[in-house]
């Protein structure tokens, strides 16, 4: 006799669950959902628009201008570095070969095209004045020249100087 009870409370129990859960997604289902006021936020002014931002530099170059525009036609720019020997070394690059480097989204060897030893001396000289930093097996650009645009900016600076 005692199964029977403990059965007819399980089951009743199950019952009530089902219903007590079907009601609460019926009344889920129907109330339409209300935006939750968002308390401290009453101080807050609407009628301030914020000035649109201005580009720092009057002058900038597209990507697209420095190719077969004659910017970098004969013109050199030299670096000093100090080997692993601790000799000092200057290196002197074409403007249109710091181009092809700087025109490269990552500073990785699968982007260089060219030779390999010149990519190789690129690299040293960027680590040497911290263009590029290391990053797992491969490079990355420092932080201010993260964009190409960046990059051409300082090439410009570098062969205006």
């Known amino acids: ?4 009870v403990i059965l007819a409370w399980s089951l009743a129990s199950f019952i009530g669950g089902a ?16 935006p939750k ?16 931002a ?25 670096f000093s570095i100090l080997d692993s020997l601790g000799m000092q070394r200057d ?11 700087f025109k490269c989204d990552t500073p990785t060897r699968r982007e260089w095209r060219g030779d390999n030893t010149e990519y190789s001396r690129l690299i040293a000289v960027g680590t040497y ?6 990053e797992g097996a491969g490079y990355a650009w ?5 964009t190409r645009e960046r990059r051409l900016k300082v090439l410009e600076c570098w062969i205006s100087s």
Request: charged letters at 20%; zero cysteines.
């Open 1 to 4: 006799m005692d199964e029977y």
């Open 129 to 134: 004045y911290k263009w590029i930093t290391r």
């Open 19 to 34: 219903v007590a859960g079907g009601m609460a997604v019926y009344k889920l289902a129907v109330t339409p959902m209300q």
């Open 54 to 78: 201005q580009i720092a530099v009057d002058r900038f170059i597209p990507k697209e201008s420095w190719v077969g525009g004659g910017v970098t036609d004969g013109r050199t720019v030299s």
């Open 142 to 146: 420092a932080a201010f020249l993260s």
């Open 37 to 52: 006021s968002r308390p401290g936020h009453t101080w807050a002014r609407n009628d301030v628009r914020a000035a649109e």
């Open 91 to 101: 290196m002197t690059y074409t403007a249109a070969t710091l181009l092809k480097f």
